[in-house]
Each structure stands twice: as structure tokens, then as C-alpha cells.
């Protein structure tokens, strides 16, 4: 009997047949298991030779991020086993870690040494390559604050068989084109990253998480921009009806955070309502029957504008959250809705990112939205890294 050519790779034990597995209804007909980059770079050229597309996985959190796949099969190359290796260099402020090693695991291990990264836990097992894959912008960030800008270096498999470093270990470390940010949110669509090296910060000395009510979500944007000057770490407004609620947190040393929180007034947060607010970004929270979740990303100006817009066209409730500091709102709105939404998106100059919908409603729209103008120029770079269309072809922009 010939054996699989991924079994060839990796060995019996770490590849299967998954009992009933599709991804947004194309049905994945093997799970392959690399333990090392030198064997994800090798899956990759089976997987060209074979003809057989691939999509990489961590802990599968947001692969249904994405377009439908144009394949009729995928093989999903499960990146877990590339989950132990962190190397933490606290004197140089830096680590470097295997693309499989769970978010919590680095954030642990950073915590341990008086640092931190611009990763954080908001989905248990989330891995650190999947979420340089996606490159969210979350709770945490404000637009000097972005994880890609964090990713110093990154080892990536391509299907030619071949490893390809890219960046460095030091913040000015790039000749020649940056590659590390062209992989930084393309999904997996031009490489398998299979390692990447993050810069440390110190982890802060003091925190303080604040709330405060508004009758009116106007009220509570204009209070949001009063706090950009003291520099939050993060802040969130939960529109409640006309009312909203605006969430922040200071962080620092000490006398700076006790200094900052004179700044606009708030009552102190627990930290489970915090964690209610993290569950909800990250798509946790219980969710209205028959919605879409989007998230409309503008300049942080806009963002009271994105929330009037979606209230006009898919009611109050259909509000989850909104983001003042980087320009982003999530919403889960009704499916008939969806199409307007989009429309009224391109004739503002907004940006939506379908986070969740159904197969009938992907197969209607990109997903990323609208196209960007240089959707050619993208074109001809996935040609470039990916010919064969092995690296889950058609799930990203324009179906690349
Ligand atoms: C700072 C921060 C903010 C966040 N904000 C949000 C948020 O607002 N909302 C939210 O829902 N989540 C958010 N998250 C969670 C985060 O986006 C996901 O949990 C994480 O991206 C998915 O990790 P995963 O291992 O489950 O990846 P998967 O779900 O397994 O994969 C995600 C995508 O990446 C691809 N992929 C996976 N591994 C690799 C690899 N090694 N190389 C190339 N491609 C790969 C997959 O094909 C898929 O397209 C945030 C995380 C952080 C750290």
C-alpha cells in the first residue's frame, strides 16, 4: 500500500482522516501535524506536488475568518506540535518563539520575567502565529500600538519546500523590503509562519481599569477623544441603547497611573466586567439568532458616525462595541441588513470586515471589504509566493 505522501513527512501517528470536518463547507480530508519547520516546509511541497491545498490552523479560533476556500478539499496543516520553544532574551527585549506556542503560555513565561508582549489572551489556546496571521486590532491597541509593529522577525515555510527568515532581532533591522509586515494579516495566503521574534515591553507596574455611564453615546465619544492625550492602554464604548458606557484603563508606573487617573473622572471597574467586555471583542459572548458580526474600521474620528449609520440601518441593538482610540465597531446585524451596510460603507470610505456569516451570504460577497486598489498588485504577489494556489486559496482579499 503507498502511503500518504503527508504521512511520509510526518510520520503515521500525526496525521488523520478527521471524522466530519469542513471549513465553511468544503470538507477538510486530512489533518497533518508538523513537529518542525523543516517538516511544515515540506508538507508544503507534498501538498504542491500532490495538488492538494492546505490551511494552517493554531487553535482554530478564527478559521472561519475568511472567504469561502476555491477547493474542493483542503488539507489543514495543524500547527500545535511547534508548541513549546520560547526563547526569552529580557535583557535584550526580545523572544522568540514557535509559531504553536499558545498566546497564554508566552504570556506567562514573559510575565515571569518582569515583561510582556502586545499579545494577549482573549481566546483560550490562541496561538501566537494565528494571531500574527490575522494582525487584530484589539481592545489593547491604539494606532501607534499595533501588533505588526511589534513582530521583529518571522521564519515562514512557502510551498516551494523552502524556510525563508525575514526581519530581524532588533527594531531597526530591515534592508531591502519589510516582509515581515506583508505576512503580518495575510492569513496564511503567502506563508506558513512557523516561528516569529516579538519585541518585549516591561510589564507595567500598576493598573487601573475605570468606567463611566453617558446618557448619550455623542457624550461619551467626546469624553473618549478628552482621554487620548493621557494615553490609555485601552478603551471601549458599550452603547447601551442611546446610552453608552465608556471602559479604560491606565497603565504605567505608579505615580503616573495615580497622576492620569485625575484626568477625566470614572469609577473603578472590576475585573470581571472587564473580562465580560474581552469575551464580547472576541466573539464570545452569546450572540442574537440569525445575525452577521462586522467590524467597520475608519479613522477614530468616524467611529460615531459608523455607530449612527448602523443604528439607521440595522437598529440599536445591533451595536456591540465600539473602539474610539483605533476607529473600529463591532456589530452583529440582521442578515437582510447587510448588503445596504456595505454600500453605505464604500461611499464613506470605511472598511468592513465580515467576521461571521452565513455560506449563502459569503458566496454573495468578499468578505473583506470593499476591495482595496491594490487588489492587482496583491494579486501578483500571491502568483509570486504561492503559483499553484496551495495556501488557502480564495480566502482572502478579493479571493486571493
Ligand atoms: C491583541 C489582540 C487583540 C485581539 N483582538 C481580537 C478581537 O478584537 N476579536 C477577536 O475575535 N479576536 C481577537 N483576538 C484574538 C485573536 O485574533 C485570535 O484568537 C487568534 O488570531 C487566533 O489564533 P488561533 O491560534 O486560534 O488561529 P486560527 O484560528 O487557527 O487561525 C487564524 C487564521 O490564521 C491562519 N493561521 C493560523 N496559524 C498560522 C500560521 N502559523 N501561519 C500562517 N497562518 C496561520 C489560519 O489559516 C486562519 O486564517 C485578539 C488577539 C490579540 C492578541
Given at each position: ?85 520560547i526563547k526569552l532574551q ?156 465608556l471602559l479604560w484603563r ?151
Amino acid at each position: 500500500m503507498v502511503n500518504d505522501p503527508f504521512e511520509d513527512v510526518v510520520g503515521a501517528d500525526h496525521c488523520y482522516v478527521p471524522a466530519d470536518e469542513s471549513l465553511d463547507g468544503v470538507p477538510v480530508s486530512m489533518v497533518v501535524c508538523p513537529g518542525t519547520a523543516e517538516e511544515v516546509a515540506a508538507c508544503l511541497a507534498k501538498a504542491r506536488e500532490s495538488g492538494r491545498p492546505i490551511v494552517p490552523s493554531g487553535a482554530g479560533s478564527k478559521l472561519a475568518w475568511g472567504n469561502r476556500a476555491e477547493a474542493k478539499a483542503l488539507v489543514r496543516v495543524d500547527l500545535t506540535r511547534l508548541g513549546e520553544q520560547i526563547k526569552l532574551q529580557a535583557e535584550e527585549g526580545i523572544v522568540t518563539v514557535q509559531a504553536g506556542v499558545p498566546v497564554e503560555t508566552l504570556e506567562h513565561a514573559a510575565a515571569e520575567r518582569g515583561k510582556r508582549t502586545l499579545l494577549c489572551t482573549l481566546y483560550p489556546g490562541a496561538t501566537v502565529g494565528g494571531t500574527i496571521a490575522v494582525d487584530p486590532s484589539g481592545l489593547e491597541f491604539a494606532p501607534d500600538w499595533r501588533l505588526r509593529n511589534d513582530v521583529l522577525g518571522l521564519q515562514v515555510a512557502h510551498p516551494d519546500g523552502q524556510l525563508e527568515r525575514c526581519g530581524g532581532q532588533v527594531v531597526k533591522n530591515v534592508t531591502g523590503f519589510d516582509l515581515v509586515r506583508l505576512y503580518c494579516g495575510s492569513f496564511g495566503t503567502l506563508g506558513v509562519i512557523t516561528e516569529a521574534t516579538l519585541r518585549l515591553r516591561p510589564l507595567p507596574e500598576a493598573r487601573r481599569l475605570l468606567c463611566r455611564d453617558f446618557e448619550t453615546r455623542e457624550t461619551a465619544f467626546t469624553v473618549s477623544r478628552e482621554l487620548l492625550p493621557c494615553e490609555p492602554r485601552a478603551a471601549v464604548l458599550r452603547p447601551q441603547g442611546n446610552a453608552a458606557r465608556l471602559l479604560w484603563r491606565w497603565e504605567g508606573v505608579e505615580a503616573d497611573v495615580t497622576q492620569r487617573a485625575r484626568g477625566p473622572e470614572g469609577a473603578r471597574l472590576e475585573a470581571a466586567d472587564w473580562a465580560q467586555v474581552c469575551a464580547e471583542a472576541a466573539g464570545l459572548a452569546p450572540r442574537p439568532e440569525a445575525t452577521i458580526r462586522i467590524r467597520v474600521s475608519a479613522r477614530a474620528s468616524d467611529v460615531s458616525a459608523i455607530c449612527t449609520e448602523l443604528v439607521d440601518l440595522a437598529g440599536q441593538a445591533s451595536l456591540r462595541l465600539a473602539l474610539p482610540l483605533v476607529g473600529v465597531v463591532v456589530a452583529e446585524v440582521p442578515e437582510a441588513t447587510l448588503l445596504q451596510i456595505l454600500e453605505r460603507a464604500r461611499e464613506q470610505r470605511w472598511t468592513v470586515f465580515v467576521e461571521r456569516a452565513t455560506l449563502e451570504q459569503k458566496a454573495r460577497i468578499d468578505v473583506f471589504w470593499p476591495s482595496p486598489e491594490a487588489l492587482p498588485l496583491m494579486r501578483a504577489l500571491k502568483q509570486r509566493f504561492d503559483p499553484e494556489r496551495i495556501l488557502s486559496p480564495g480566502r482572502f482579499v478579493g479571493g486571493i
